[in-house]
């Protein structure tokens, strides 16, 4: 009320547990699923426009109890932005990832900006509506940045009026491991063979072969074995099916016993 002569007693004020969400952990991990794990913190714009509310599709690959709801306003590019108080660490976590419920299709715009750094922002289309679908950015490129905002563009570029866009798990993880090239489970990836398919001189290989010493770094049910031939520089290759892109390869490694002494 604007004014009020009242007099307001108030008593008895505790901080309890056994709450719904007692005793929760913070994951860092989790920048907010919406339940327990609330650790965002909403500025604006976007602030006023975000409401946690029950799953109104529980159903595929989001079955939890709660979520937001997310109103677009008007323009292309109404922001919803969580800021933190100190430089965004993006050292280790860098993958931005949140489950989305769509109304339309569209391109879902991630940002940093904020900090001393540049602002650096990613697209990444949002191609099936009515249901849900995980959407990630990549942000390991700003791993050694310095970002203080993290914004969120709904159906960027787009005029989305009172659009309702339901959002949950919004996290920031690790990448992925790399897929290997070869692990010799479920038969053979690669084309393997001596130079030219000659065995005299660049040896023979057979696999996939059962481990034969699952111990130590390479506890995996099978390997491949190589046998050197009689040339100094034996050799031993092999065809990749679809090529390989090394545009963003840093390293190749694979696992030798440790017997074995090799250049």
Same mark, same amino acid.
């Given at each position: 009320?604007?004014s009020?002569?009242?007099?307001?007693?108030v008593?008895n004020?505790?901080?309890?547990t056994?709450?719904?969400c007692a005793?929760?952990?913070v994951? =860092?991990?989790?920048?907010?699923?919406?339940?327990?794990?609330?650790?965002a913190?909403?500025?604006?714009p976007?602030?006023?426009?975000?409401?946690?509310?029950?799953?109104?599709?529980?159903s595929?690959?989001?079955?939890?109890?709660?979520?937001a709801?997310?109103?677009?306003?008007?323009g292309?590019?109404?922001?919803?932005v969580?800021?933190?108080?100190?430089?965004?660490?993006?050292?280790?976590?860098n993958?931005?990832?949140m489950k989305?419920?769509?109304?339309?299709?569209?391109?879902?715009?991630f940002?940093?900006e904020?900090?001393?750094s540049?602002?650096f922002?990613?697209?990444?289309?949002v191609?099936?509506?009515?249901?849900?679908?995980e959407i990630?950015?990549?942000?390991?490129?700003?791993?050694?940045a310095n970002?203080?905002?993290?914004?969120f563009?709904?159906?960027?570029?787009?005029?989305?009026t009172?659009?309702i866009?339901?959002l949950?798990?919004?996290?920031?993880?690790?990448?992925?491991?790399a897929?290997?090239?070869?692990?010799?489970?479920?038969?053979?990836?690669?084309?393997?063979?001596p130079?030219?398919?000659?065995?005299?001189?660049?040896?023979?290989?057979t696999?996939?072969?059962?481990? =034969?010493?699952a111990?130590g770094v390479?506890?995996s049910p099978?390997?491949?074995?190589?046998?050197?031939g009689?040339?100094?520089?034996?050799?031993?290759?092999?065809?990749?099916?679809?090529?390989?892109?090394?545009s963003?390869?840093?390293?190749?490694?694979f696992?030798l016993?440790?017997?074995?002494v090799?250049?």
């Amino acid at each position: 009320v604007q004014s009020s002569a009242d007099n307001l007693a108030v008593d008895n004020m505790i901080a309890a547990t056994g709450r719904l969400c007692a005793g929760t952990v913070v994951d =860092p991990t989790i920048i907010d699923d919406f339940e327990c794990q609330r650790n965002a913190s909403y500025g604006i714009p976007g602030f006023d426009d975000i409401s946690v509310i029950a799953n109104p599709d529980a159903s595929g690959i989001n079955t939890s109890d709660n979520v937001a709801r997310y109103t677009d306003q008007e323009g292309g590019f109404h922001a919803l932005v969580i800021s933190y108080n100190s430089a965004i660490d993006l050292a280790t976590n860098n993958q931005v990832c949140m489950k989305v419920w769509a109304p339309v299709t569209g391109n879902l715009l991630f940002k940093l900006e904020g900090g001393v750094s540049p602002a650096f922002e990613t697209g990444v289309s949002v191609e099936e509506t009515e249901t849900w679908v995980e959407i990630c950015a990549d942000f390991s490129s700003q791993s050694n940045a310095n970002h203080t905002r993290m914004v969120f563009f709904l159906n960027a570029g787009q005029d989305g009026t009172n659009d309702i866009y339901y959002l949950d798990d919004i996290t920031i993880t690790p990448p992925p491991p790399a897929a290997a090239l070869e692990d010799f489970e479920d038969g053979a990836n690669l084309s393997w063979m001596p130079l030219n398919g000659d065995n005299a001189l660049h040896g023979t290989f057979t696999g996939p072969i059962a481990n =034969p010493d699952a111990t130590g770094v390479n506890e995996s049910p099978n390997i491949g074995s190589y046998t050197r031939g009689t040339s100094m520089f034996s050799t031993l290759t092999a065809v990749l099916p679809d090529g390989i892109d090394l545009s963003t390869v840093l390293y190749t490694h694979f696992t030798l016993p440790t017997t074995t002494v090799a250049q």
